[in-house]
């Protein structure tokens, strides 16, 4: 198979993702639609057990021993994993499927953020606009032709913070643990918490409900194969770029597929500056990483 095909390859399972990603939290508010009463962290505690299923048995397959050498680091990138999960679900749940896809995936923005914080050679003046005029877009989402906001959309937005600080966690736990020893720690003791946490929300379900738990998982699960998948063919350029089209595939779909209202012109204009954003900050971020293995 020659590179062209390949590359083309890993667009595709990228593209997938991000709408393997969106069906999954279709199904949350298909099944509310259905009358069924699932809280969101049912859906998480599902998600994560059927995780961490998949995971042992890729470790038995390829006989991997586990190993943690920083468990305070894999505990950091399984809670905010956790609490980004159970947000955006939530987010589903309260608002709309377009709305919590769209503030989910403003962690690339959450990230910069948190980099400047913290990182002060990562600080100049263009990105600075970019992130302002991606927050306006946050903004525009938020409350549509209004100075105010529904207090539910906190989910969408606290699910997108958790998910940056859940993604540096993750960035620090890859240098020291392969990506088995991070998916078992994470699914596993996920699950653990997930329980320990929400079992009053936690039941035997019914057949119909077990085809909506089981469904959402089998997407959200299937979505990250895809994005592994697709990640070894395509670079971080066009791979943050792909998957940076969940924003617009729930802007078009919401109203096709999940029955949300259609975005206003305004929200049009936010959920495009979000996405530039995310697309600028990406390629930044990869030119940054190129010069340094150059200088290096």
Same mark, same amino acid.
């Given at each position: ?77 399984? $809670? +905010?994993?956790? *609490? ?8 589903? #749940?309260?608002?709309? %499927?377009?709305? /919590?896809? &769209? ?9 910069? $953020? +948190?980099?400047? *914080? ?8 263009? #990105?600075?606009?970019? %992130?302002?005029? /991606?927050? &306006? ?160």
């Amino acid at each position: 198979m020659d590179m062209n095909m390949k590359t083309l390859m890993g667009c595709f399972a990228v593209f997938g993702s991000a709408i393997v990603f969106y069906l999954a939290s279709v199904v949350i508010k298909m099944s509310k639609s259905a009358g069924l009463h699932i809280d969101a962290s049912f859906f998480v505690f599902v998600r994560f057990l059927l995780g961490f299923v998949s995971v042992v048995c890729l470790i038995l397959f390829e006989k991997k021993k586990i190993q943690i050498k920083k468990p305070g680091i894999i505990f950091g990138r399984t $809670v +905010f994993n956790m *609490v980004a999960a159970y947000c955006f679900f939530q987010a589903v #749940a309260t608002t709309s %499927v377009s709305e /919590a896809n &769209i503030l989910n995936m403003t962690y690339p923005l959450f990230i910069a $953020v +948190f980099s400047w *914080v913290f990182l002060k050679e990562q600080r100049d003046f263009t #990105a600075v606009v970019i %992130v302002i005029a /991606a927050f &306006i877009g946050v903004w525009l989402i938020l409350a549509p032709g209004k100075m105010g906001f529904k207090i539910e959309s906190l989910w969408g937005l606290t699910s997108g913070v958790s998910a940056a600080i859940g993604l540096i966690y993750l960035n620090l736990s890859m240098r020291d643990h392969d990506t088995e020893t991070t998916l078992f720690v994470m699914f596993g003791l996920g699950t653990v918490l997930m329980f320990i946490i929400f079992h009053n929300n936690i039941f035997i379900p019914s057949l119909l409900e077990t085809k909506y738990l089981l469904m959402c998982s089998a997407f959200a699960i299937a979505g990250q194969y895809l994005l592994t998948i697709g990640f070894k063919y395509v670079t971080a350029v066009e791979g943050g770029i792909i998957s940076s089209t969940r924003i617009l595939i729930a802007a078009l779909l919401g109203p096709i597929i999940a029955a949300d209202p259609a975005l206003s012109f305004s929200g049009w204009i936010g959920a495009f500056l979000i996405f530039s954003g995310n697309v600028y900050l990406t390629v930044r971020k990869t030119k940054a990483a190129s010069g340094r293995n150059h200088t290096h």
